[in-house]
């Protein structure tokens, strides 16, 4: 009975070192590996990968979770990529103004001490005129560019009443063209959108 009792207790003992076993392989491990991988993204680490998990629940969800890092990956590289283009654009329109301010500058100097870089009088001026143009251009494509990126990252819902704003900038062209007449034929419309970029 003693020798039974013995086989009993050491074929449960087996019983429960086994289950233990499988228990940590196939739920413990599992989950240290997906708290490891938790605390990689809150760090921003996104170059791991998740290691083989078992084919049951846990491993379903490590697996949903080895997803999610890729897609973080690919969105937290492509945001790198965007601010890498933003500040090399930001750099070049920089090194574009520069050079007609330069220019605005001295020979706007050279002519105030009646001195004529280009020859004469309206020959300088008339540089000075086309490096404005120059310039104004730059600015209004930086100003079309950042209005697209600004639209591109809002989400607007207003409604803009077109026929109070085609009034309102109508006066300011009258006011500063008086010699223009604008007739208009306007009807209450509402359009969706940021009055500013309308």
Known sequence: AIELFA??????????????????????????????ATHNIQAGNFDFEMPNVPKNEIGDVCRDFEEMRVILKQSSEDKIRSDMEEKELIRNISHDLKTPIALIKSYSQSVKDDIYPYGDKNSSMDVIIENADRLDNKVRSLLYLNRLDFLSNENINTNVNMKELIEHITIQLHGMHPEIEIETDLKDILFKGDEECW
């Open 7 to 36: 086989a009993v207790f050491l074929i449960l003992v087996i019983t429960s070192l086994i289950l233990n076993l499988w228990i940590y392989r196939s739920v413990v491990t599992p989950l240290n590996k997906l708290k490891l």
